[in-house]
C-alpha cells in the first residue's frame, strides 16, 4: 500500500471503530424519526380520549346544534354557574351560555379544573360562532339556504406542471419542493461543517501531540494532509451512508405501527400534506414526484456529489487553519472567512427556495463557496443539466486549488509553534519555497 | 571556520554542500557544509536556534534548502531515500488513542516494510526490551518514559542506514537512558552511521567520533573530536609531585621564570600541583626534564579541554546572545 494509502486506511479505521462514531450512527437516525413519529403516534393516541362538557345553555339555540364527536361529548344541564364544581363530577368542563347569546356573543364561559387547551379552546368556539352564523343567517329568512351554501363550496386544488426543455410536463408540487430544498440545503451545511471540523481538529491533536515530527519523517507534509482529508471523507460517506439506510428501513418498519391512515399523512420531507383518503390532485401528483426514480437519482445523485465536493474543498480550508494553531481556541478568528460564504448561503437558502431560478440562486449555485448548499435548495425546483455540470465542475476545480494553497500553509503551519498567526503570516507562508 | 580535514579510511556516506536555508525574518543556515563518515557517530552541537533542526529537516527532506545540496552514499539525496533513514525528533510523541502494536506497524509501513517483515522485527524488539505486553495497550496509557522506548523501536525498526537522534536521552531516567546509549553503540557496531544532535558535551565526549558545531546558521568547527580537543588545547601541562610548601614554591619560582605558570594547587590526592603554559617553541620534554630533575613527578598530564570549554569558548560563554558571528569566525580561525 502506497503511503497516502495508510493515511487514508489509518484514519477510517480509527474513527469507526470509536464508540462515539458507532453510537451517532445508530442514534441519529433513531432521534431523526423519534422527532417525526412521536407527534404523530402521540396525536393518535390523544385522539382516542373523549372530553365531556356539561353545557347550561340559557339562550336554548345552541345545545340542540351541538353534536358529539369523537373529541368532544355534551351533555346539556341547567346548573347555574355559581353551582359549576358540582357539575364536574359528569365532565371535564362546564360551559355557560348565557341567555342573550345571539346578541352578546361575549357572554360565554368555559370553567375546569385543569388548564384548557388552546386546541380545545378553539374547537369550542369555532363550533359556536358556525351555529351563531346559521341562526343568523337564518334571521334573513332565505329560502333552501343550506342546499344554496352546500352548492357555492368549492374546493380549490390547483395541480402544477413544470415543462422542461423538451417540452415534457412533470408534476411539481411547491410544497414538496420547498421542504426538500430546505431538507438538503440544511443536511449540506451540517455536514461540510461537521466532518470539514473534524479533520481541523485531527491536524491539531496531531500537531500537539507532536507526532507530526514523527511522520513528515517518512511523509511528504501534502500527503499528510491529503490522506487526512480523503479518510475523514470515507468516514463521512459511510456515516452519511448507514443513516440513510438505517432512517429508510427504520420508517418502513415504523410506519405500519401507525396504521394505514398515517402512511399518507407522512410525506417525505417530514411535510405533512392532506389525507390520502380522498385522493386529491395534489396528493397525486407529490406521490408520483416522489415515486419518480429518476427524480430520486437525481436528487441523492446531487446530493452526494455536492456533498463530497463541499466538504472536500471546505476541509482543505479546515486542515490549513489547523496547521496554523496550537490549540482549538485560537481557531475561532481563522474560522471566519470560512464560516462567511457558508453562513451567507445559509441566509440565502429561504430566498433561493422561493425564487430558485433568481439570477441570484444562480449565480450563488455557481460559486463553489456557496453551491453545495444552494444548488441542491434549486434541485428539488429542477435545473438545466449544464448548470448542474459547471457548477461541479467548479466545485471540484476549486477544491483542486484550494488543497493547494492549504498544502503551502500545512507544511509551513506544522512546524510553527507559538503565537497565533495573523493572515498576513499564512499569506507569507504560502509564497515559502518549499 | 576550523574544518579540520578528515582522515577517513572508508567514504563519508552524508555530504552537506553549501546549504543555505531562508525564512522570511531570519536566515536559518547559511552556506553549510559538512561531511558524515559512514559507520560514526556525529555529533551536531549548537545553541538554541542555531539552525540545527533545520539542517535535520534538510537531511530528512521534511523541507528543501534555498541553496546547496545534500548527498546520501554516492548520489543525491532523492524522495525515497527517507526510507534509508530513520529520525528521532527531539520533540517526540504518538497517537495516544492507537494501539502501541497497530501505531509501531503503521509507522514502520509508512517506511515501506510489508505488515508480515514490520510484525516480526517488531516482536523481536519488544521482546528484547520485555515489553510484549504493551502490545494492545494504548499509548495514553504509557508513561513518559515507556512511550519513549517504542519511539526508539520504531526509528530503528527498518534498519536504516542513517540514524538522526535528536536530544535522545531527554525524558529517560538514568537506567534507561544507558540502556539506550548501550543500544546506540550497538546501533554503530551493525555498521550504522549516527547523527548525534544534543547540548550534552559529556554524553559527546563519550559517545561521538565526530562532531560539527553549529552557531548563528554557520558551521563554525568541524572534526573529529580527540583531534578538535587537542587542537583547542593551550599547551597546558599539569605537574603533580610530592612535597611541601617550601619546595613547591621553589618550584613555582622556578617555573615562571622560563615558562608561565598558570596555577598552582594541592590535589585531593595529597599531591602538590603546578599548571604550566608552553609557549608554541618549547618542547614538552625540555619542560619534563627540568621538572623532573627538581622534584618526584606523580603525575603529567597535557590539560586538554572539555568539550563543554570549547562550546562555551567557541559560542561566545553564558550570553550568546550577545556575541556576533562575525566576531567568532576570524577568532576561531587564528587557531588554526
Known sequence: MNRIGLIIAREFNQRVRKKSFILTTLLVPLLMLGVVFAPLWLSRMQQEEQKKIVVCDRSGKIVPALAD????????????????????????????????????????????????????????????????????????????????????????????????????????????????????????????????????????????????????????????????????????????????????????????????????????????????????????????????????????????????????????????????????????????????????????????????????????????????????????????????????????????????????????????YGKRPSFKELYKWMTYKS | MVNIPINLSGMELLRVEHVTKRYASHTALDDVSLQIPQGSVYGLLGPNGAGKTTLIRIINRITAPDQGRVWLGDRELAPEDVNRIGYLPEERGLYKKMRVGEQALFFARLKGMTRAEATRRLKAWFAKFGIEGWWNRKVEELSKGMAQKVQFIITVLHEPELLIFDEPFSGFDPINANLLKEEILELKRRGATIIFSTHNMSSVEEICDHITLINRSHNVLSGPVDEIRRSYGERLYRIDFVGDDRTAAALAEGLSERWRLVRSGEQESGYRSLTVQLPADTAVRDLLAWVSERVDVRNFVEQIPSMNDIFIRVVGGPDVADVRTESITPSVSQER
Not at chain 1, 151 to 168: A, K, P, W, Y
Request: proline share 5%; aromatic share 10%; net charge negative.
Open chain 1, 69 to 416: 364527536d369523537a373529541r368532544v361529548a355534551f351533555r346539556a344541564v341547567s346548573y347555574l354557574p355559581e353551582v359549576w364544581r358540582d357539575s364536574l363530577r359528569e365532565g371535564y368542563a362546564y360551559l355557560w351560555i348565557g341567555p342573550d347569546i345571539l346578541s352578546d356573543p361575549s357572554d360565554l364561559r368555559l370553567y375546569a379544573e385543569e388548564p384548557v387547551t388552546l386546541d380545545l379552546e378553539q374547537t369550542l368556539g369555532d363550533r359556536i360562532r358556525r351555529v351563531l352564523e346559521t341562526e343568523k343567517l337564518k334571521a334573513y329568512q332565505i329560502d333552501n339556504l343550506p342546499q344554496i351554501l352546500q352548492e357555492i363550496q368549492t374546493d380549490v386544488s390547483m395541480q402544477v406542471f413544470r415543462l422542461d426543455e423538451s417540452g415534457n410536463q412533470t408534476a411539481s408540487s411547491g410544497a414538496l419542493s420547498m421542504g426538500t430544498s430546505y431538507l438538503f440545503g440544511l443536511l449540506i451545511y451540517m455536514f461540510v461543517f461537521m466532518y470539514g471540523a473534524m479533520v481541523m481538529q485531527g491536524v491539531i491533536e496531531e500537531k500537539s501531540s507532536k507526532v507530526l515530527e514523527i511522520i513528515v519523517s517518512s511523509v511528504r507534509p501534502f500527503e499528510l494532509m491529503l490522506g487526512k482529508i480523503l479518510g475523514i471523507a470515507a468516514v463521512a460517506l459511510t456515516q452519511v451512508l448507514m443513516w440513510i439506510v438505517l432512517i429508510v428501513v427504520l420508517s418502513l418498519l415504523l410506519l405500519p405501527l401507525l396504521g394505514g391512515g398515517a402512511v399518507a399523512q407522512v410525506a417525505p420531507g417530514g411535510v405533512l400534506s392532506s389525507g390520502m383518503a380522498d385522493l386529491d390532485p395534489q396528493a397525486i401528483a407529490l406521490l408520483s414526484r416522489v415515486t419518480d426514480p429518476w427524480f430520486l437519482f437525481e436528487l441523492f445523485g446531487s446530493f452526494l456529489l455536492y456533498f463530497i465536493g463541499g466538504y472536500l474543498l471546505y476541509a482543505a480550508l479546515f486542515a490549513a487553519i489547523g496547521s496554523a494553531v496550537d490549540n482549538a481556541q485560537d481557531t475561532q478568528q481563522l474560522q471566519v472567512p470560512i464560516m462567511v460564504p457558508m453562513i451567507f448561503a445559509l441566509v440565502a437558502l429561504t430566498f433561493v427556495m422561493r425564487e430558485p431560478s433568481s439570477s441570484l440562486s444562480v449565480w450563488l449555485s455557481m460559486i463553489p463557496f456557496t453551491s453545495p448548499i444552494i444548488m441542491m435548495a434549486r434541485i428539488p425546483y429542477g435545473v438545466p443539466g449544464w448548470e448542474l455540470a459547471l457548477s461541479l465542475i467548479l466545485l471540484y476545480a476549486s477544491f483542486l486549488g484550494a488543497v493547494y494553497v492549504a498544502g503551502k500553509i500545512y507544511r509551513v503551519g506544522i512546524f510553527m
